[in-house]
């Protein structure tokens, strides 16, 4: 949607839509950005071993691996303001619910019911956002409404573990809700779609192609996963978000355990992380709006600042506190920051019309490295005994990646950037 045709007032209302946007993904994904802020206190109560701490933020991220893809295609078809309003109140309920689980065995149950809910709320505030915002300002746009997310996690790594020491871990529960079911309703209230866009059409046009099953018509828009375009978006997606895993669940513990930082302070620091986070995804996202080299070049210097930052974890210096507390606000910039230039990068990709479905495609491939990462890295720190295994495995991930894109990138010929395309476009 081009800026220059709005009215002064509509153009004033999208920074209304961004700011609801913005909280509604930290009021939703509040609880579960604070599992790592919380894990002394779990691992303590319900005498969980790392892996399984890091199983808790799996169960939180499982049923988006397919929920995000069915909410793209919802996007593409309804209003963002009952998807994502309908998902937000999903998790609230379910976190509510939460609040009584007897046990372990409950709370993975009740986080896989949230991640039901949340599959609406990350596609469906970046396709409000991307079609509020043109060109000029969708990184920017893109990368405030992305700091949400980090946003959340910074409120939660301050708020949850006082919650947690004072009133026991379930309390956490039932403020997640109540924070979820207030980014549902602001939702729902101020979320109007923009004046030049016409209503999403709720049936499939009347063509010879209509009739084809819906089962069909998903598999062939699956193929988008074959574009040179889309490789990359997923090869560097998955590599930075197993990072953004990596800080999420290991801060606190590493600097708990390899430092001997008091378990307070520790959560503080991921706070000073998960704040430069939110730095990070505005900076990196208005950075990429005027870059040269376009919006993925921001993306490719970030995977170069983690790997930097995390080989230094690996060093004599990673086991200075106070130079460890640094890396990690170091590796909370560039390892959540990159998102915000990446998924303005995806919406700028999507055919038209198919923007909502795109990025719920990429975003699914993302929570297979987030569905795996936590219990994973937790299981290898658990075996060996040690954080270096852990930060040599992302690194050596981050670099292959890294070099894979920058290979296919020097052998593809030159000349502007591709969108993604549909079977049924071509």
Sequence with gaps: MSGGGLTPRTRRYRWVILSVATFTQAASGFFVQGIGATGIHLQRDLSLSTAQLGLLLSAAHLVPLVGLLVAGELLDRYNERWVV???AGFVALSLGAGSVAPGYGSLLLVLLIVGAGYSTVQPGGSKSVA???????RGLAMGIRQAGLPLGGVLAAAVLPVLATGL?????LTAGALVALLGAVVFMCFYRRPP??????NSAPHDT????SLTSRFGARLQMLREPSMMKIVLSGMSLVSVHSGVGVLTVLYLHEATSVEAGPAALVLVAAQGAGVVGRICLAAWSDRSRSGRYACVLTCMGAVTVGMTALMTPVG?????ACLLFIWLGFFGIGWYGPWVAYVAESAPPGKTGFALGLAMAV??????????????LKDLTGSFVPVWGLLSVMTVVALTVIVCRERRRPRGPAQRLTFPADR
Excluded: M, Y
Excluded at 196 to 201: E, G, L, R
Excluded at 366 to 377: E, H, R, Y
């Design 85 to 87: 309003g309908i998902g």
């Design 131 to 137: 079609s509020w915002f043109d060109a000029s300002q």
């Design 168 to 172: 026991g871990w379930r309390a956490t």
């Design 196 to 201: 030049a866009q016409s209503p999403p059409q």
């Design 209 to 212: 192609k209509s009739h084809a």
């Design 319 to 323: 086991h200075s506190p106070a130079a």
């Design 366 to 379: 993302n929570q297979i490295a987030v569905i795996l990462a936590p219990p994973a890295l937790g299981l």
